[in-house]
Structures are given as structure tokens and as C-alpha cells.
């Protein structure tokens, strides 16, 4: 029995496929949430302690001048307009990586999170307009359209059921598409001014940006010293330079990592291993990050800065506001403060359910159930980055702090209604939830190879409606802490589950897996695969060649055939085969575990592999 106390999260790490997984987008984002809170608390006690401080600390002016020339700004602008491109170029990245390889690879899928995104900023926008209507104050339009990132996910990370997956997923499309729009409405509504020849100062060096991709360089300072021309450039320009982080982003194409490359970071690798020196420490590293996407590298670089630090900066910088009685009573009578609250705890849901339905009834599907999607649509009601940017270029002086206020209130409203929401689904009779389940749009199939009961090893019901298959290790140590797991689910689920075992032995860093894994094929040639199967992971420590012909000989077989067949190396081409199918399926090192084609995230002890069974079982029966 595995220790409940100590989940199984461990992983052997295979060098042929490094491609970053949404989750760790999820998880970074989710820890940058409480970071952000903490950040936008401080900055409300500074403000309120000592607001001349605070005003004094962020209107202070930083200027970088180089000769005659430079820029000038104090430290908020410099926060809001230079490290928010930053976050803005991980916004690019992110949805770049779901276009590319993400839920939205599929070109059918895109239109329907597209849809909710544009519905849930219209709407909301519709009842600011509302709220001010033939006022001044209706130019601050933009403050009621755009969904924080963080917060929302980190919410919804809070109050959902660990299960929701792809819950957070459609809802990760929705805000990058809220954040993309967002930009183009900071660039053409709160841009007062265009300089026509620094602006075509910043094209001629987007074309720059444009040829040296399309020559093949793939130099971050190249393209770091390129960047930063092209936003002082567009800053020159009298355009809101935050654009450019953004544009700079979608341009990092994002792929599986290629054999040849990571081929050329082993043969790298193994050199430096030989000889030690600099320089060829220095060779194999660079040819370690030259394996895997532009898009990845520069995400693992920058995610966690704009998450953790320039988030949280920005919301030290922005949102400290004194909050006394006139202020709230001057809000709770302001169009823009209620415009705001309204829009966001209102108009979000109603926006991005409304055009959800709209989307159904021309022929889309839903990748979530309609009570899912309801809560996704309150916690989106959580405005805070963008909106904030927004209102800081729209408005000033009391009309910013009514602004703040609205933003304020509605986030924390939309969090409370969030919880709300998902306690009562969480009360709907089963039977509810799972003919909602039967109506959501098919997962994506992670499993390149479908299981081929006249080829694969299989352990259950051939006609189980679930199928659980696992590439594997016999030296691995965590596919052996994985194997009792493995058999307590089948003994639970009996003929609901069958279990499909793939070979990928990880020969560089575990230099007996081949041989063994051959010893199993060789087992199987005489109907003793599952038996050798349980024997090398009984004992891992020993898998040497002279260990393997003890196995046969104690299982009955012919120690003569087996041995020649190793000798031989006769099922090696089988193996490659699993290792092919690997590749394929983007798995990144053992054990890992794909339930019904659905790549499983996370830990593999008994509960979280329960669980994601139990799910695909009854999705299994909704279909």
C-alpha cells in the first residue's frame, strides 16, 4: 500500500521531448496570485499610512539617456508602460503556445472561446456606457472589459474542484483573448497622439524584427536589443509601448522539441561529460537550450519575473488609494465606480454565458458542462492589471480613485460569488453532471498510438471503458513506486479498467532499462510478459544480464531461447516502436500515465489516479 502522506510526483526527465505543459503556465500563475494580493494590500496600508510617501516614491524621475537622447519617466511609468510590456510578451508567449500546441491547435476550437471573450467584454462595456451615458466619464469604457490573469485563475485554483482542468484551460483562452483586444484598445482609444516619424522608425525596425526570424537567428540578445529599440521607438511615438511586448511575443513559435536537435545536445552533452572543460560546458549548454522552442526558453525566463515581481510592482505602483468615508460615498453614487462593479460582477457572466449560447446554438460545443461555465463566467468578473492600466490612461485625481474602487470591490465580490457558485454545483444531483458531461466537445487525444489489443500488453477487461496506459522504466525508481498503485487501482475498478504498459527506457541515465525491457519481450514470446513485468520492478536493483536469465529460468521458461534472443537483440525494433509512440505523444519522462488518450497531470499516487479514473469513467458513460 502507498503512503497517502507522501504523494508519488516524481519523475525520471527523458532529454528527447522538453515542451512546457499548460500546467505550469496554471501553477505559476495561480502562486503569483497570492503575491499580487499581498502586493495590492501593501500599497493600500503605504497609501493609507502615509500617502505623500507613496505619491512622493512612484512620481520620482528615472531618466536613461545616451548622449543628446533618452527617455524620461517617473517610476510608475516606468513600471506601467517598460515592465508591463514584459508582461504583456508572456501574454504573447502563452498564447502563442496555445495556438500552436495548445486546446486551440485545433482551428475549430477557437472560434467558441473567441466568442465567449468578445461576449464577456461587450456586455460588460454595454452597462458601463449605461452607468454613464452622455458624461465625460463614458471615455473610461475600456476600464470594464478586460480579466486579470492571475487573480482569476488563482481563484478559481482556490474555490474549484481539483478536477476542473479543463475548466482553467478555457478559461486561460478567454483571458488571453480579453488581454489581446485589450491591447489593440489601449493602442487605438487611449492613444491621444501619433508622432508619424518615430512611428516609422518603430516599423523599419519591426521589419528588422521580422528578417533576422525569417534568416534563422535565434540569439535572445539580438532580438532583447531589438525589442528595445522598437519600444522606445512606439513610446516616441505617442503610443502605449506596452504593445510591443505583446507583438514581440507571438512571434516565438512554439514546437515539439526535434530529434535531430536534442540528438546534437546528448552527443553535446556527452563530450562535455569526457572532457570537462569551459568550453564545451559552455557548447553543451547552448545546444541543450537550442533543442527546445524559442517559446518555451523564453517562458520559463519570464513567467515567473512577471508573475511574482512585475505584477505585484505594478499593483504596489497603482492601486494604493486612501479609502475614507467620502470617497465611499462618493463611489457608491459614481457612474464610474458602478459602472465598473456592475460591468464586472454583471455584465461578465451574462456576457460570456450569453455568447457561449449563442455559440452552441450555431453548431459549437462546449469543452465545459453549462454549470462550469457559469462559475468560470463570475470568477472572469475579476478585473485588476489591464483595467487598472486602462483607467490609469483614461482617467485622474478622484475619478482614478473611484475607478480603483470599482475594480477593488468587483474582484472581491466576483471571488465571493465564485466560491457561491461552485458550492452549488457541487450539491447537483449526479445525474445532472453527467449528462452535462455528455454534451461537452471530445478532449483533445494526447496518445499519438490507440491501444492495439493485438500488440500492446494489457492488464484487465479488453472491453473496459477505461483504459489507463503507462510508458515506462523497469530501472526507473518511480515507475517501481508507481507499479503497487497500478495494481490497487485494478483490483478497485475490476472490469472498468484496463492497464496498457509501453517500454521508454531512459538508457542514458538508466543504462540496464533496454536490456531489461527486452528480457520482458522476451518473456512475452512465451506468454510470461506480465509475469516478467512483475518480477524486474520486485527487483529493480538487480537487472543485470546474468539477473534476467535467473528471472526465465525461475519462471519456467526456455533458458535458451530467451538468452539467445537477448543475445540478439531480436525485440530491440518492439521497443523502438514504444519509444516512437513516446515521441509522439509528447511524454517528457516515466512513468507517465494517459487515461482514456488524456495525458494525466500531476502526482500518480492512489487518490489523484482514483480520481482522474473515476472522471474518465463517467465520462465514459455521459458519451
Known sequence: MVEAAAPLAGRTAWARHLAAPVRDYLRTETGGALVLLAATLAALVWANVDHASYESVWTTTLS??????GVSLDLRQWVNEGLMALFFFVVGLEARREFDLGELRERRRIALPVLAALGGMAV????????????????GWGAAMSTDTAFALGVLALVAPSST??????????VVVDDLVALVVIGVAYTDQVKPVALGVAIAIFAGVLAIRAAGVRRAPVYFAFGAALWVAVLKSGIDPVIVGLTMGLLAYAYPAMRLELDRASELFRAFREQPTPELAREARLGVDLAISPNERLQRIWHPWT????????ALANIGIVIDRSLIEDALTSPITLGIFFGYVVGKPLGICGASWLGVRSGLRLPVTWPGLAAAGVVAGIGFTVTILIATLAFDGRELEEA????????????????????????????????????????????AAPVDPERDHIRGDADAPVTLVEYGDFECPFCGRAEPVVRELLNEFGNDLRYVFRHLPLSDVHPRAQLAAEAAEAADDQGAFWEMHDLLFDRQ???????????????????????????????????????????????????????????????????????????????????
Not at 508573475?307 to 505594478?314: E, G, H, M
Not at 447537483?428 to 453527467?434: G, H, N
Not at 534476467?548 to 530491440?572: I, K, N, P, W
Open 64 to 69: 536613461v539617456r545616451l548622449g543628446g537622447a
Open 165 to 174: 482542468q479543463r475548466l482553467r484551460v478555457f478559461l486561460l483562452s478567454i
Open 541 to 623: 536493483d538487480a537487472l543485470e544480464p546474468k539477473n534476467l536469465v535467473e528471472y526465465a529460468r525461475e519462471l519456467g521458461l526456455d533458458v535458451d531461447r530467451f538468452t539467445e534472443q537477448l543475445r540478439r537483440h531480436e525485440h530491440a525494433g518492439r521497443i523502438a516502436s514504444d519509444v516512437d509512440d513516446a515521441d509522439l505523444s509528447g511524454v517528457s519522462g516515466t512513468p507517465t500515465f494517459f487515461v482514456n488518450g488524456i495525458r494525466h497531470q500531476g502526482a500518480y499516487d492512489i487518490d489523484t489516479l482514483t480520481a482522474a479514473v473515476r472522471a474518465a469513467h463517467r465520462r465514459a458513460l455521459a458519451s
Open 404 to 447: 480603483k474602487l470599482g475594480v477593488l470591490a468587483a474582484a472581491a465580490c466576483a471571488a465571493l460569488l465564485g466560491w457561491l457558485v461552485f458550492r452549488i454545483i457541487a450539491l447537483l444531483p449526479p445525474e445532472v453532471m453527467t449528462r452535462q458531461f455528455a454534451r461537452t466537445a471530445e478532449s483533445i487525444v494526447d496518445l
Open 307 to 314: 508573475s511574482y515581481a512585475i505584477v505585484p510592482l505594478f
Open 124 to 139: 460588460p462595456v454595454a452597462i458601463y456606457l449605461a452607468f454613464n451615458a452622455g458624461s465625460p466619464s463614458a471615455h
